[in-house]
């Protein structure tokens, strides 16, 4: 007699497919919630690496990044503990964006252990320029030496502070170096409204600085330095009061901007022909020559300059702006949104105004003595133009010391034309 037999069918082990993609899901949430949070904390990693915030303050707040997030997980389901976690996080960077302006400020100048020199000087403060409220940085390691001031890394809207150690930290020991950030950027950022901002602002503030530091110091010269826009505001200061400077430094010199910006967009135009980049070919031909205003104008300088930066071993103007800011130790995280806002805002306002600045008819003679370091390969601001200007102009003395470089100056550079060049023809 024979049995019947049932059999029960078996599950199967590979997973369904709603089931791998609610896991796929999940996962995919997961990591888009940890990028979130990565995010939100942002402003608290950067404490340690760009700040001068102390250890104490930013170790607590990190650990108290960890405390909430262990918290919001270990009593919370997964959806509120994310939003508790979250808004831990924002609470805490906006207490280390507030801990980061709290405690910006320039740093001691010291002796090899660690204690600040004798007669030196490393101060951060504000001065009155104009009715407003504007930074400045004083350092040097001998309050007795000649005073310089220093007119910022460009723009105009690029703030100042952050060549304090690069360009100025080895001038420190030969002068009383003082930065400015001039209104419209950086830590200056506020001090007027962008709207308006005038070059002839620019002279005046500058003229009132030199005054304040000419009685602070009890000198009756100093001395000033400016890089690309920076020597735009100093030709004009020197040109307007030559009394109160013993000498004018000058790199990457502007002369006129207007022809200096059609030459460095047909070279531009040029090498991306020659690279076979059509599509930043036609960028720039849509674009049309400068000069350009109106909204999206500082992009479309950006767009040809990029070229002739890479052309100049140089990097992207987006790298410097986003680099550029945190080397200062002077700005908190906030200055340094504040760095990039100021550019491309004061750009737009100041820059048109420049449109007809040809100093080899309005600036031909100046009582100063006048030095010019300049790049050979310089072509953001043409060389051949600078050359032009030296061979016009009429001064006590005058300069032109070539590089083999872009546009700007190594601090090597810089100290060398100073102390072999400026100061022995000036004391």
């Known amino acids: 007699m024979s049995t019947l037999t049932h059999s029960v069918p078996r599950k199967s082990s590979i997973p369904s497919f709603p089931h791998i993609a609610r896991k796929i899901g999940v996962a995919s949430l997961t990591l888009f919630g940890a990028f979130v949070a990565v995010l939100l904390c942002v402003p608290l990693l950067l404490l340690p690496l760009t700040t001068a915030v102390p250890a104490l303050i930013w170790i607590t707040l990190i650990v108290a990044a960890g405390a909430v997030a262990y918290a919001a997980f270990h009593f919370l389901q997964p959806l509120a503990a994310f939003g508790a976690m979250y808004a831990g996080f924002v609470i805490l960077s906006l207490l280390a964006v507030w801990a980061s302006q709290l405690f910006a400020a320039t740093p001691p100048i010291t002796d090899a252990n660690g204690k600040p020199l004798p007669n030196s000087i490393a101060v951060m403060e504000k001065v009155n320029l104009g009715g407003s409220e504007q930074w400045i940085t004083i350092r040097g390691k001998d309050v007795n030496k000649p005073v310089l001031l220093y007119l910022g890394i460009g723009g105009p809207g690029a703030g100042g502070f952050p060549a304090n150690f690069t360009s100025l930290q080895p001038l420190e020991d030969h002068f009383v170096v003082v930065n400015w950030d001039q209104p419209g950027t ?47 505001l100093g030709t004009k200061l020197v040109h307007q009061y030559p009394e109160l400077f013993h000498a004018y430094l000058g790199m990457g010199q502007m002369v006129n901007t207007t022809e200096n910006d059609r030459i460095g967009y047909e070279l531009a135009l040029r090498i991306a022909n020659e690279r076979g980049d059509m599509n930043l070919v036609e960028t720039l031909r849509r674009n049309g020559p400068p000069p350009y205003v109106g909204e999206g104008m500082a992009l479309k300088y950006a767009v040809y300059n990029n070229v002739l930066f890479d052309y100049m071993g140089n990097a992207r103007l987006e790298l410097i702006l986003t680099l550029v800011p945190q080397l200062a130790r002077e700005y908190g995280l906030w200055d340094r949104v504040n760095f990039d806002r100021g550019l491309i805002e004061s750009f737009a306002v100041v820059y048109p105004q420049l449109r007809e600045l040809d100093f080899t008819t309005e600036a031909n003679q100046i009582d100063v003595p006048m030095y010019f370091l300049h790049g050979h390969n310089d072509v953001n601001a043409t060389a051949s133009l600078v050359e032009r200007y030296f061979n016009v102009l009429q001064a006590p003395r005058k300069e032109l010391i070539w590089l083999e470089s872009g546009h700007s100056a190594g601090a090597e550079e810089i100290l060398d034309a100073m102390l072999n060049h400026v100061l022995p023809q000036t004391q």
Do not use: C
């Not at 005046?204 to 304040?212: G, I, K, R, V």
């Not at 009685?215 to 890089?227: D, N, P, S, T």
């Open 186 to 232: 950086g830590k200056s950022y506020d001090a007027v409204p962008i709207s308006t901002l005038t070059v002839d602002r620019f002279v005046s503030d500058a003229h009132e600085l030199t005054q304040l530091l000419r009685a602070r110091f009890h000198q009756e010269k100093i001395y000033v330095m400016g890089l690309s826009w920076g020597t735009i």
